[in-house]
């Protein structure tokens, strides 16, 4: 648990100075329009960020970078950067679907304890936990390279596995402790299944 919250805390340290960077505008900037689409504003911002990287280390990229060696050319930037934002429009495109079929799947799995306080909460954290791993693999699988991306991924496996062993933990103690409440009730509760592990990204 402890570790989670350090990987997820260490990898938000990492990248937060070049997104805080691009988040400060100058006064006379023009504000960005409200409606733009998820993976137009994540071209821009790689663009910025390839930028900022290309001024700062200059033309050329240090042979032991991990990120992928992606300065050989324009042409081969420019199909990286294609290939990302391709990526991450079909994420956005089955974000509504997915999130429709985790609804289903927690109303058939969880019942009428969904309106709980705490069940409520424990599925809010692992929602939000399960999100931040996802896109933390998210950025290791397209943003590393080499032995340094195979190890965050394992890491990121392992953490997701403690998450999840943590999540069914949890809800089968707050689902056993609403059972005796719900057969002192005028109604039965119907039968709990094991949470799902998934959640929606």
Known sequence: MRRLGLLVAAT???LAPALHADDQRAP????????????DRLQRRLERLRERAAGAHGTARPASSSLPASSASPAINDRLHAELSRKWAALAATRQARRERHRAALLHEVGGHLSEPEVKAEL????SRVADLARIEFLAQNARAGAERQKLLARVAKASERETARHEHRMARL??????????GSAPAPPAAAPSSEAPR
């Open 175 to 184: 689902l056993a402790q609403a059972a005796p409440a719900a057969s002192n």
């Open 12 to 14: 938000a340290l990492a």
């Open 124 to 127: 809010a954290l692992h929602a």
């Open 28 to 39: 006379d900037s023009q504000p960005r329009p409200s409606a733009e689409p998820a993976h």
